[in-house]
Antibody, heavy 119, light 107 residues
């Protein structure tokens, strides 16, 4: 069974840092692009970042460029999102997902991790 | 950036109804469009990719169409489990962007 399990969410003060992790199982992790998509409370979906299969290419939404860093460890089937200089508008549920470069769609998704930025 | 505009933002419908949701891209995206269903407290689920490709396991009452800038998700004979929020997403170029969502509610 394909599984993506996020961890590392929590409460952080504005300006602080947090690292989200995503553990993948049930599929050949090194063969897939990976992504993070977030959803602020009561709001819609927002793509955050993508990383290619070997980690040599990353793409970010403008609002997180220079603050967030996406990386992967193919030996450990894991994905990490390092988030610095966090702001209140980064508060959201963060979903890890695979991204198909042949269709451009996200599937499957993890269950999500809540990040709350508040003093 | 490509803006995705969904309409309506919400729709009230009854079991058995046909529901149509539209998604318009601010520029042409060929067939690079996906549709997702999200239920409260759950992760989104991919329904349709490349505009009309129904994912395995998704009921055939769901269908997608369109090309370029205008796309449609149709749900034929709405079932109780279909009450949810639906999102479109363009995959033509980075940044990948979503529509604002359409909430399908029980009439």
């Amino acid at each position: 069974e394909v599984q993506l399990v996020e961890s590392g969410g929590g409460l952080v003060q504005p300006g602080g840092s947090l690292r989200l992790s995503c553990a993948a199982s049930g599929f050949t992790f090194p063969s897939y692009w990976m992504t993070w998509v977030r959803q602020a409370p009561g709001k819609g979906l927002e793509w955050v970042a993508n990383i290619n299969q070997d980690g040599s290419a990353t793409y970010y939404v403008d609002s997180v460029k220079g603050r967030f860093t996406l990386s992967r460890d193919n030996a450990k089937n894991s994905l990490s999102l390092h988030m610095n200089s966090l702001r209140a508008d980064d508060t959201a549920v963060y979903y890890c997902a695979t991204w198909s470069d042949s269709s451009g769609s996200f599937d499957p998704w993890g269950q999500g991790a809540l990040v709350t930025v508040s003093s | 950036d490509i803006q995705m505009t969904q309409s309506p933002s919400s729709v009230s419908a009854s079991v058995g109804d046909r529901v149509t949701i539209t998604c318009r891209a601010s520029q042409g995206i060929s067939s690079w469009l996906a549709w997702y269903q999200q239920k409260p407290g759950k992760a989104p689920k991919l329904l349709i990719s490349v505009a009309s490709n129904l994912q395995s396991g998704v009921p055939s009452r769901f269908s997608g169409s369109g090309y370029g800038t205008d796309f449609t998700l149709t749900i034929n004979s709405l079932q109780p489990e279909d009450f949810a929020t639906y999102y479109c997403q363009q995959a033509n170029s980075f940044p990948l962007t979503f529509g604002g969502g359409t909430k399908v509610e029980i009439k």
